[in-house]
Protein backbone atom coordinates (compact mmCIF):
# COMPACT_ATOMS: atom_id res chain seq x y z
CA UNK A 1 0.00 0.00 0.00
CA UNK A 2 1.26 3.83 -0.79
CA UNK A 3 1.60 5.74 2.05
CA UNK A 4 0.04 9.00 1.28
CA UNK A 5 2.60 12.16 1.67
CA UNK A 6 1.99 14.15 4.69
CA UNK A 7 1.59 18.17 4.62
CA UNK A 8 3.47 19.87 7.27
CA UNK A 9 2.64 23.47 7.29
CA UNK A 10 5.25 25.82 5.97
CA UNK A 11 7.04 27.93 8.43
CA UNK A 12 5.66 31.63 8.49
CA UNK A 13 8.77 33.66 6.74
CA UNK A 14 10.93 35.63 9.96
CA UNK A 15 10.83 39.38 9.68
CA UNK A 16 15.32 38.72 8.22
CA UNK A 17 13.34 36.58 5.78
CA UNK A 18 11.33 38.92 4.16
CA UNK A 19 13.83 41.54 4.20
CA UNK A 20 15.87 39.08 2.48
CA UNK A 21 13.62 38.35 0.46
CA UNK A 22 12.77 41.89 -0.84
CA UNK A 23 16.42 42.61 -1.12
CA UNK A 24 16.76 39.77 -3.77
CA UNK A 25 14.32 40.62 -5.70
CA UNK A 26 15.39 43.86 -6.14
CA UNK A 27 19.07 42.50 -7.03
CA UNK A 28 17.77 40.41 -9.72
CA UNK A 29 15.85 43.32 -11.27
CA UNK A 30 16.44 43.66 -14.91
CA UNK A 31 17.88 47.15 -14.42
CA UNK A 32 20.00 46.06 -11.87
CA UNK A 33 21.37 43.04 -13.49
CA UNK A 34 22.31 45.79 -16.32
CA UNK A 35 24.04 47.93 -13.98
CA UNK A 36 25.25 45.53 -11.47
CA UNK A 37 24.68 47.42 -9.23
CA UNK A 38 21.44 48.95 -6.81
CA UNK A 39 20.84 51.18 -3.76
CA UNK A 40 19.51 49.01 -0.89
CA UNK A 41 17.41 51.13 1.79
CA UNK A 42 16.10 49.40 5.71
CA UNK A 43 12.66 50.16 5.58
CA UNK A 44 10.89 51.57 8.65
CA UNK A 45 9.02 48.64 9.71
CA UNK A 46 12.41 46.39 9.70
CA UNK A 47 14.51 45.78 12.77
CA UNK A 48 17.67 47.23 12.53
CA UNK A 49 19.35 43.63 13.89
CA UNK A 50 18.23 42.43 10.53
CA UNK A 51 19.20 44.84 8.67
CA UNK A 52 22.72 44.70 10.12
CA UNK A 53 22.57 40.58 9.72
CA UNK A 54 21.91 41.05 6.28
CA UNK A 55 24.94 43.96 5.18
CA UNK A 56 27.37 41.16 7.19
CA UNK A 57 26.05 38.02 4.87
CA UNK A 58 26.57 40.73 2.02
CA UNK A 59 29.69 41.84 2.98
CA UNK A 60 31.00 38.17 3.43
CA UNK A 61 30.06 37.48 -0.44
CA UNK A 62 33.82 37.66 -2.45
CA UNK A 63 31.39 38.40 -5.86
CA UNK A 64 29.78 42.08 -3.86
CA UNK A 65 31.18 45.19 -2.64
CA UNK A 66 29.07 47.21 -0.10
CA UNK A 67 29.49 50.28 0.73
CA UNK A 68 27.57 52.15 3.51
CA UNK A 69 25.68 55.54 2.38
CA UNK A 70 24.33 56.12 5.99
CA UNK A 71 20.68 56.53 7.32
CA UNK A 72 19.69 52.89 6.39
CA UNK A 73 21.15 52.50 2.81
CA UNK A 74 23.69 50.83 0.86
CA UNK A 75 24.49 50.52 -2.28
CA UNK A 76 25.70 46.93 -3.51
CA UNK A 77 28.15 46.20 -6.56
CA UNK A 78 29.07 42.79 -7.61
CA UNK A 79 30.61 40.96 -10.67
CA UNK A 80 29.28 37.79 -12.71
CA UNK A 81 31.35 35.34 -12.09
CA UNK A 82 30.84 32.99 -15.49
CA UNK A 83 33.03 29.83 -16.22
CA UNK A 84 34.66 30.36 -19.90
Known sequence: MLQQNRVFP???FTP???????IYRQVNSASA??????LIRRLSSELSDD???????????????L??????VA???WTN???F
Open 10 to 12: MQP
Open 16 to 22: FDQLACR
Open 33 to 38: QVLRRT
Open 51 to 65: WDRLLEQLNDEESVR
Open 67 to 72: KHLGDG
Open 75 to 77: QLS
Open 81 to 83: HHP
